[in-house]
């Protein structure tokens, strides 16, 4: 297994000196949302708090550090950090009122799909940073910017992105932090019964995972240059933060880029194929059904699957 | 049931790898430039970046069936097409995607935030960017700063569309010139506007004209509305409370759907429904759904030059193809785009990008369609000053050119007749 | 403050309020009786809506007739996703449900825009008339109709549920699945007609308000973020909460384009929902804490 691992990660390093360009940017944008899937996963898998509004995180690092960059000059490497800590100040507010609360399941996924629409009409409304005009940056390929003229170089910023919220997710998972946090997603309250402080492990969660999506925000603001209120607080990039982890298992270590690397291909794949004909919205038709049978087939999650699959063959 | 479930999941994986992996072998023999389309073509804007891609290839068919590029030796127009889904992210993708395919151009999008989503890839790609509808200014203006501070080496990005804040001047402008011909002297305008990207822009720029101009008359509320609205009669009695003496809307279609009879409804008496440029109140779908209510209304928009003998030929063929469909602001940006491509490629001469940049520097383009205040030149931003809105009206169930005097088709009909 | 604005207001956003509380006492149901939320809900009603505008323009039929036919074709589509796919995931994660809505309305949503295109739609009633003037205040007669059919339909769908034996045992298993179990009553049968008639209320919804709000396919989402807040702050599977929720976050929403910028209004259904959690996490009408 370890020896695996060491051979995936050679092959991803290795990678950019034999792909194109466009192959990059798909690997980017698997690394990048994999990242982001991973940062759920510590509130929405280990803790097993269903937040869908993880894109007003998102939302608040990425307008943070591009604003701070733009009007302050602020470089965007300490910016992210400053946006990151912003996001988590903003997971506290809401993990505080949720959990305080003892609002559970769905409960919890309302109340985050309605801050993070609070965050969207606020900021729609607020000139100083565009309003539903956006805000635009400017396109230097300065490195001390944050920017990249080369996409081989953002390629190893997202790479190392999702390696590193996978390395401390994987620490949470290993320490007591992690234990407790299982034992609050199968059963809270037998986790209180048995002592644990399930406010303050779930708080913890919830600013870890906020934290990490906003610093997020900082590559979404360099890489694509624009911020509309509409696009990143909006519910379809929450939604798009949590299928992968999802679709590739929850509250498993690998399963938000297993499932990153599942999904990100097959929507390409789907929009390449019936994204050019006449009947525009074939490929997102396809795409949902495709979410469907997921459920369907895999409601465990792909990486689950895949364990039980190589136990199954390892047996016979 | 497994082993069909890892079969497909194989399978599925493996197409994922075909295309992902290596890129498609060239399909045709034949020369031909490759020019990536890319547009809106689903998600929220899914209307107007569908008229984009309709109104392009129209003019792409037009041009090869006249035998090509002549100076590239007859070479065809090949489209790439992609569909940003109205996100910034899988512009950036498609983007890449076609220039993979071997895009040796790029168009698009209608949304300013996907396009300038494409930027980074266009300069970073060397592949030159013409956006065809796209109104935000720091789409170009940023682009021209970084060269200027020569953190880029090449503006690849150029545009042929009017600029937010050139809409604004040009409405308030119109406005004056409107009520000057007529003799008309409104106080009290109200703007109501669709808080989204684009009416935002438009009501932005609207109104920092207005303060530079410092006309007769009084912007007296700008209120907004969330968009899209699920109800908007309580703006309406709102705007109504105010008195005005014109109502500018700026709109989407949905939402012009409903204020237009709102206004009927709640007998907001005024001189005038005249829009500092806005989608949604045009649109052959718009007239047929709005009727009357639409009758008189005027908008400040891009819009195709109707007295050229040319643009009736190409809208009639527009209509055939679309099924009923105007060749309107969108449909025609677009259509003109491919012909300043056209026009461009066959100066340059060839598909080098500083090749293709220095002929579009070097444009003065006379052929398009729409109304335009000169020929299509790019100035030091990249943009073209001469693209700019025309005031139309629709008369008769039909939006005909009001303003400027000299492209009109029609005498304009303000204050507009009692009910 | 202009008081006939206020009044205005008021009157508007109650007229309103009828079709935003049959969506929300649909999702509600769902939500009561099988605990999965229906992240489909607005593109159900949005099917509704596109149903309401072919039966109008293809055969003539008045939406305030074809309601009947919306809310039985939805029905039927909600009596097949709980058969064909919410049934097979009652006992999955969460999370499983939520992707498996999330599948549906992203289906939803593009099949309408294959089968109809992305523009606008709206529905011509013949019962559209001028509105009727009470001194300075109107009343819109197309939401004057819908109001009053909306709020007769919600009636005569509590009195089902409070009056009749399967009404009963549809709030049986809402109350306790395994004691429903124990005493006898099928319970997937049970679930399969609530989730049909919660969708069934949807497609009603749509295909009333159809006359009133124009609709694209895109126009669900935010459909659905409606009734989410609507039926927390009424309380959660909660069928009078999700009534009274979805007039009151309607007359609030109406007052706040009096009060504040239009473009800021939906803030005050948002804001009130946030006051709800603070002081009353069960929502308005909830019997307990989730």
Same mark, same amino acid.
């Given at each position: 297994m370890t020896w695996l691992g060491i051979a995936a990660l050679g092959?991803?390093?290795?990678?950019?000196?034999?792909?194109?360009?466009?192959?990059?940017?798909?690997?980017?944008?698997?690394?990048?949302?994999?990242?982001?899937?991973q940062a759920w996963n510590v509130v929405g898998g280990y803790a097993g708090q269903l937040s869908v509004g993880h894109a007003a995180f998102l939302g608040v690092g990425a307008y943070a550090s591009a604003v701070l960059a733009q009007e302050v000059g602020l470089s965007p490497w300490l910016g992210m950090f400053v946006g990151g800590a912003l996001a988590g100040a903003l997971g506290a507010v809401i993990g505080y009122l949720g959990f305080r609360f003892g609002l559970r399941g769905f409960y919890f996924v309302l109340l985050t799909v309605a801050f993070a629409e609070v965050c969207r009409i606020v900021v729609n409304n607020v000139e100083a940073v565009g309003g539903a005009v956006g805000f635009y940056i400017t396109f230097t390929g300065d490195p001390r910017q944050f920017q990249f003229r080369d996409n081989r170089a953002w390629y190893y910023v997202t790479l190392v992105l999702m390696l590193a919220a996978t390395g401390i997710v994987a620490l949470i998972e290993r320490r007591r932090f992690g234990v407790y946090l299982a034992a609050i997603r199968e059963d809270e309250s037998a986790a209180e019964a048995l002592g644990v402080d399930t406010l303050r492990y779930k708080m913890l969660a919830m600013i870890v995972s906020s934290f990490l999506t906003g610093v997020g925000g900082t590559f979404y603001a360099c890489y694509l240059l624009s911020l509309q209120p509409n696009a990143v607080f909006g519910i379809p990039l929450s939604v798009e933060i949590i299928i992968?982890?999802?679709?590739?298992?929850?509250?498993?270590?690998l399963g938000p880029i297993l499932g990153s690397f599942i999904l990100t291909p097959l929507a390409e794949v789907s929009r390449y194929y019936l994204g050019q004909g006449g009947w525009h919205g074939a490929h997102l038709i396809a795409y949902g059904v495709l979410l469907v049978a997921v459920v369907l087939f895999l409601p465990e999650g792909a990486y689950p699957r895949l364990v039980r699959l190589v136990r199954a063959r390892k047996r016979a | 049931m497994s082993t069909v479930t890892r079969r497909a999941f194989l399978k599925a994986t493996a197409a994922g790898v075909a295309v992902?992996?290596?890129?498609?072998?060239?399909?045709?023999q034949a020369k031909t430039v490759k020019v990536g389309l890319i547009h809106t073509v689903t998600g929220p804007l899914a209307e107007p970046g569908q008229a984009c891609r309709a109104g392009a290839q129209l003019a792409a068919d037009m041009i090869n069936a006249a035998g090509g590029i002549t100076s590239l030796g007859g070479a065809k127009i090949e489209f790439l097409l992609g569909d940003t889904q109205t996100k910034s992210d899988v512009a950036r993708t498609e983007?890449?995607?076609?220039?993979?395919?071997?895009?040796?151009?790029l168009m698009g999008t209608f949304d300013s935030g996907n396009t300038a989503a494409i930027v980074p890839v266009a300069q970073q790609r060397r592949v030159p960017f013409l956006v065809d509808v796209a109104a935000a200014d720091p789409i170009t203006a940023n682009v021209a700063k970084s060269v200027k501070a020569g953190q880029q080496k090449v503006q690849y990005v150029y545009r042929n569309f009017p600029t937010g804040s050139s809409f604004g001047r040009r409405a308030v402008q119109y406005f004056n010139e409107i009520f000057k011909e007529t003799g008309q002297n409104p106080r009290r305008v109200v703007v109501m506007h669709a808080n989204d990207l684009f009416g935002s822009i438009q009501a932005k720029g609207f109104k920092a004209a207005w303060d530079a101009a410092k006309p007769s008359w009084e912007i007296v509320d700008v209120i907004p509305w969330p968009e899209p609205p699920s109800d908007l009669s309580t703006e309406v009695s709102r705007a109504k409370a105010l008195k005005p003496d014109i109502i500018a809307p700026i709109t989407r279609p949905a939402s012009a759907q409903l204020l237009l009879p709102e206004l009927i409804k709640q007998r907001v008496e005024v001189l005038g429904v005249i829009s500092p440029g806005s989608p949604g109140l045009y649109e052959a779908g718009q007239i047929a759904a709005l009727k009357q209510d639409l009758e008189y209304v005027m908008d400040n928009v891009p819009w195709p030059n109707f007295k050229n003998p040319k643009t009736?030929?190409?809208?009639?063929?527009?209509?055939?193809?679309?099924?009923?469909?105007?060749?309107?602001?969108?449909?025609?940006?677009?259509?003109?785009?491919?012909?300043?491509?056209?026009?461009?490629?066959?100066?340059?001469?060839?598909?080098d990008p500083d090749a293709i940049v220095d002929a579009i520097k070097k444009t003065r383009f006379s052929g398009g369609l729409m109304v335009y205040g000169g020929p299509v030149i790019f100035n030091d931003l990249g943009d073209n000053p001469n693209a700019i809105p025309a005031m139309i009206q629709i008369l008769g169930q039909k939006p005909l050119v009001v303003w400027p005097k000299d492209a009109a088709q029609e005498k304009l009909v303000f204050p507009r007749p009692k009910r | 403050m202009d008081l006939t604005l206020v009044a205005q207001g008021l009157l508007s956003g109650l007229?309103?309020?009828?079709?935003?509380?049959?969506?929300?006492?649909?999702?509600?149901?769902i939500f009561g009786v099988m605990r999965v939320v229906n992240f489909a809900h607005g593109d159900m009603m949005v099917w509704g809506m596109y149903l309401a505008w072919m039966l109008s323009s293809r055969a003539g039929i008045d939406p305030y007739l074809g309601f009947v036919v919306c809310a039985a074709a939805l029905f039927v589509l909600g009596l097949g996703v709980q058969r064909g796919l919410v049934d097979r995931i009652l006992d999955a994660p969460h999370e499983m449900q939520i992707l498996l809505m999330l599948g549906v309305a992203l289906v939803l949503e593009n099949a309408a825009l294959v089968a109809f295109g992305p523009e606008p739609a709206r529905v011509r009633s013949s019962l559209t008339l001028p509105p009727l003037w009470l001194g300075p205040l109107f009343v819109d007669v197309a939401r004057l109709i819908t109001f009053v059919i909306a709020i007769a339909l919600t009636v005569l769908l509590g009195l089902f549920l409070f009056r009749t034996a399967f009404g009963r045992r549809i709030r049986a298993a809402a109350d306790n699945p395994y004691g429903a179990l124990v005493v006898g009553t099928d319970v997937r049968r049970v679930?399969?007609?609530?989730?049909?008639? @919660?969708?069934?209320? /949807?497609?009603? *919804?749509?295909? &009333?308000?159809a006359p009133i709000l124009p609709f694209q396919p895109t126009t669900g989402l935010g459909l659905s973020v409606a009734s989410f807040n609507i039926v927390i702050i009424g309380g959660m599977g909660s069928l009078l909460?999700?009534?009274? @929720?979805?007039?009151? /976050?309607?007359? *609030?929403?109406? &007052?706040?384009?009096?009060?504040?910028?239009?473009?800021?209004?939906e803030l005050v259904s948002f804001g009130l929902l946030i006051v709800i959690l603070l002081f009353r996490p069960a929502g308005l009408f909830g019997k307990r804490a989730a």
């Open positions: 092959v991803l390093l290795a990678l950019p000196a034999v792909v194109s360009s466009y192959v990059l940017t798909i690997l980017i944008f698997i690394f990048f949302y994999a990242f982001l899937g992968r982890p999802i679709v590739g298992g929850s509250g498993t270590l | 992902v992996g290596f890129p498609l072998p060239l399909r045709a983007a890449e995607r076609v220039i993979n395919q071997g895009a040796q151009v009736q030929q190409v809208a009639a063929e527009y209509r055939k193809r679309t099924g009923g469909k105007t060749f309107d602001t969108q449909s025609g940006y677009s259509y003109d785009a491919v012909f300043i491509l056209a026009d461009v490629l066959e100066r340059a001469k060839s598909t | 007229l309103f309020g009828g079709v935003t509380s049959l969506m929300a006492v649909g999702l509600t149901l679930y399969a007609v609530a989730f049909g008639i @919660g969708a069934a209320c /949807v497609g009603a *919804a749509g295909a &009333l308000v909460g999700a009534f009274l @929720g979805g007039l009151i /976050v309607s007359i *609030a929403e109406s &007052l706040g384009a009096v009060f504040l910028a239009p473009s800021m209004k």
